[in-house]
């Protein structure tokens, strides 16, 4: 059974930094493409940042510059590291593996930034 686990979010003031991690177990991290979605309340969901196998990052324009993505695949950990956060940013942010026609997503973990 795949399981994501993120973990990290919080309450944070704007401007401030906050990292965020997705622990994996049942697939092998080094064969996806990991990545990060958020989703605002009553909003649609927006990719955030993707890092493919070969290191390839997929960014959100946006977010280019603030946002970014790192993993470890021994550990079969990504992590996210946001920072200059503005109350914008506020969202359920969810890791993503996408392998092929496998798509599997963690629970969410919130994040919420103060103005």
């Known amino acids: 059974q795949v399981q994501l686990v993120e973990s990290g979010g919080g309450l944070v003031q704007a401007g401030g930094s906050l990292t965020l991690s997705c622990a994996g177990s049942?697939?092998?991290?080094?064969?996806?493409?990991m990545g990060w979605y958020r989703q605002p309340i009553w909003k649609q969901r927006e990719l955030v940042i993707a890092?493919?196998?070969?290191?390839?990052?997929t960014y959100s324009d946006s977010l280019k510059g603030r946002f970014s993505i790192s993993r470890d695949n021994v550990r079969n950990t990504v992590y996210l590291q946001m920072n200059s956060l503005k109350p914008e940013d506020t969202a359920a942010y969810f890791c993503?593996?996408?392998?092929?026609?496998?798509?599997?997503r963690g629970q969410g973990t919130q994040v919420t930034v103060s103005s």
């Open positions: 993503y593996a996408w392998r092929d026609l496998r798509e599997y």
């Open positions: 890092m493919a196998s070969n290191g390839r990052t």
């Open positions: 049942g697939i092998d991290f080094s064969d996806y493409t």
